[in-house]
């Protein structure tokens, strides 16, 4: 099997070029399928403490404050925020993760586009888009990782103020 570099490859090795590209994309799948997923449960999450402060503010609006209403409010207002916050965290994850998979789309499309037309300055292209593909994997599990950090730290917050 001759090089990259050098201009003149078979159809086998063309294919077994593309698939490196092809095998990051599905992993990216796997991880934007995960992100999804945590996006769903946080954005759930939030609207179900939005409702759980709508319907104390209605409790509010009837009666008397108490000063567990008062700490209640008080926890869903942080917790609110926490959330939003670990929202952006995810969306950028997932940003980070979808632009890896453009990037792999178009290592692919480069390589195959190199095997027809032996442009050998293509070949800086390829490996630049694969490389950059990969950074923005490594930005998405950073993301990522933080995010769950945050989600530990909310969880800490929520059974401090029950304690």
Do not use: W
């Not at 945590?38 to 409702?51: A, K, M």
């Not at 980070?96 to 195959?112: I, M």
């Amino acid at each position: 099997m001759e090089n990259l570099f050098s201009g003149h490859l078979d159809a086998v090795s063309i294919i077994q070029l593309m698939l490196a590209p092809a095998i990051m994309i599905s992993a990216c799948g796997l991880l934007l399928l995960g992100m999804n997923n945590r996006y769903s449960l946080v954005v759930n999450r939030i609207r179900l403490l939005n409702e759980e402060k709508r319907r104390l503010l209605l409790k509010v609006g009837e009666r008397p404050a108490t000063t567990d209403d008062n700490i209640r409010l008080e926890s869903i207002a942080k917790q609110i925020s926490f959330l939003v916050y670990r929202v952006k965290l995810v969306r950028n994850s997932v940003l980070s993760y979808a632009t890896a998979v453009g990037l792999f789309v178009l290592t692919s499309l480069l390589l195959g586009i190199s095997s027809v037309l032996p442009i050998f300055k293509l070949n800086y292209f390829i490996i630049i888009t694969f490389l950059l593909g990969m950074l923005s994997v490594l930005l998405g599990v950073i993301f990522a990782g933080y995010e769950t950090k945050k989600g530990y730290d909310i969880i800490k917050f929520e059974v401090s103020t029950h304690e």
